[in-house]
């Protein structure tokens, strides 16, 4: 578990995280959710201490981050595993050498044992023969599960992933979405998710962190997210007319105005969700 | 103002450097690695610059000495003593500054661009003692070396322009190869040479270590690692001539 205590951070006289104070759960997917420039990214920076915050609390099951001398930061970083928005593949090297470089250069075991592990992560996130290829030769989303491959292969108790489906196709995002999960659940680790994609929120967000301006907004479930009554959050959520239509459609149904989907066609079709909305729906909508 | 953080984040850096390797073996790989692009990468442009230099360096010192009281054996003293003091040393890094620094400067500027560095530090290493303190090493190795080879393939290069230019021949040459020679100037040239290394190496690190932006912050990272560089031999160069010699 991560605790987050009223941590600021400001660069200059820009100030960029506002007292934040969140608890990221052990064994759930956590996801810190915002608009571009909301803190996402400076947060988890600071959470794995690529930067200093200015004030407050960053607590790795009971270890304070913030207090930390440089070996015991090096040592909770070896619990740690990130992945990175570009993936951060070392281009110089084939995949099997960016998964085996941290068993390199954290263990002792014999190379038969490392190739055996690294075989098992690349199993596992459903990439067998491609050990010799390099990161140029390979895709996108390829290039993504050879990086959570890399975050895992030292079994960390903490995994970080900044924007995981930046780039990547829906279809391509969802497999993503669905290993990290997966691994969460099976290795009962504490993920932190950043991300602006709904898609991953509503499959995998069990607890979200809503960013705005580099305060924190909302925080709930997936469950919750939907019929929040936060005006900011919404305009997040919702930024598009036909999602706003989804919701109404899904509130329509939900008290059984639409019973079918021919009539939910019809409505679409006709202008949306707008038209049949009654003043108590609109009022329950607000 | 800029200079003076500029200096201080140089010194933070080096400072950085001197840590305890998380394992020795794969930082020895790396320090290995390092010394073999930087040695090897630079051979053929060394070997090629070092007998031209040492060739026109004879035929411009053939076409300036005119009066018969000169004995022909000067052109090669002259030749000696211009490509050890000076030609290898100092012309030999300004070129190595370029091919080296520029290498050093962008490798280091795509991947801390690309996150690599972040990913590296992520994983609990320090990359000033992984990734920069073995560039160092091994341009102090290899670039003396070079600046030997270089010291050697310019003479030699002088040899063969003063007899195949018919200038003087090659056991003249040698003749005047041994009069006068003074160890010493071997030993400034390699002074010369450890200290170009690191200005090379540490000044490309530094630039390309704290890349900010994209792609053409890399480039710009790569030419003022070069430029700075640069100027900071001639600088070098000027204050070991006063102090040295």
Redesign the interface.
């Known amino acids: 578990m991560i605790e987050i205590k009223n941590v600021s951070k400001s660069f200059g006289d820009k100030q960029i995280l506002k007292n934040i104070s969140a608890v990221m759960e052990t064994g759930k997917t956590n996801l810190i959710i915002g608009t571009s420039g909301s803190g996402k990214t400076v947060l988890q920076k600071c959470m ?1 201490g ?1 930067f200093e915050v200015n004030s407050g609390d960053i607590i790795f099951d009971g270890k304070d981050l913030t207090t930390m001398h ?1 070996e015991e ?6 619990q ?3 992945l ?3 993936s ?4 110089s090297m084939t995949v099997q050498r960016n998964i085996k ?2 068993l ?3 263990t002792k075991w014999s190379h038969q044992k490392k190739i055996a592990r690294v075989n098992d992560v690349l199993d596992r996130v459903n990439l067998k023969d491609t050990n010799k290829k390099f990161p140029s030769e390979i895709s996108g989303g390829m290039k993504k599960r050879v990086g959570i491959a890399r975050a895992i292969v030292l079994k960390p108790k903490y995994l ?1 992933c900044d924007e995981p489906n930046s780039g990547l196709d829906p279809q391509t995002s969802m497999v993503i979405d669905k290993l990290i999960h997966e691994i969460t659940i099976e290795n009962n680790i504490t993920t932190i998710i950043n991300t602006h994609d709904m898609n991953s929120v509503m499959e995998i967000g069990e607890n979200i962190l809503y960013l705005y301006n580099g305060e924190k907004e909302w925080e709930g479930t997936n469950k919750e997210i939907i019929f929040n009554k936060n005006q900011k959050l919404n305009e997040f959520i919702f930024a598009s007319e036909f999602l706003r239509d989804a919701k109404d459609m899904r509130m329509l149904e939900q008290k059984g105005i639409i019973d079918n989907d021919r009539n939910m066609e019809q409505i679409m079709r006709e202008g949306g969700a707008n038209l049949v909305l009654g003043d108590d729906d609109k009022k329950d909508k607000e | 103002m800029k200079l003076f953080s500029s200096i201080g984040a140089y010194l933070l850096m080096m400072k950085g450097m001197f840590t305890k390797p998380e394992n020795f073996k794969m930082y020895w790989k790396e320090l290995m690695h390092q010394s073999v692009e930087i040695g090897m990468g630079s051979l053929w442009i060394v070997t090629v610059i070092s007998i031209f230099m040492g060739a026109v360096s004879a035929i411009q010192t053939a076409y300036q000495l005119v009066s018969p009281v000169i004995q022909k054996e000067t052109i090669a003293q002259v030749v000696r003593d211009t490509v050890i003091l000076e030609f290898a040393p100092t012309l030999v890094c300004i070129v190595l500054a370029g091919v080296v620094g520029s290498k050093i400067a962008g490798e280091l500027g795509n991947m801390r661009v690309s996150e690599q560095i972040d990913a590296l530090e992520i994983m609990g290493i320090n990359t000033r003692s992984y990734l920069v303190a073995p560039k160092i090493l091994g341009a102090l190795i290899t670039i003396p070396l070079l600046v030997i080879l270089a010291m050697a393939l310019g003479i030699y290069g002088g040899r063969l322009a003063g007899s195949f230019g018919g200038i003087l021949p090659a056991e003249t040459y040698d003749r005047g190869l041994l009069m006068n020679f003074i160890p010493k100037n071997v030993w400034f040239a390699l002074v010369k040479a450890y200290t170009f290394a690191f200005i090379i190496s540490s000044v490309s690190c530094f630039y390309g270590y704290n890349v900010k932006g994209g792609a053409l912050e890399i480039g710009r990272a790569s030419t003022t690692a070069v430029i700075t560089s640069c100027v900071l031999i001639l600088f070098a160069d000027y204050i070991l001539a006063f102090f040295l010699l």
């Open positions: 794995v690529l440089e930061r090096k040592e909770l970083r070896q740690i595993g990130m990175f928005q570009g951060a593949l070392f281009d470089f941290p390199d250069m954290f970080f």
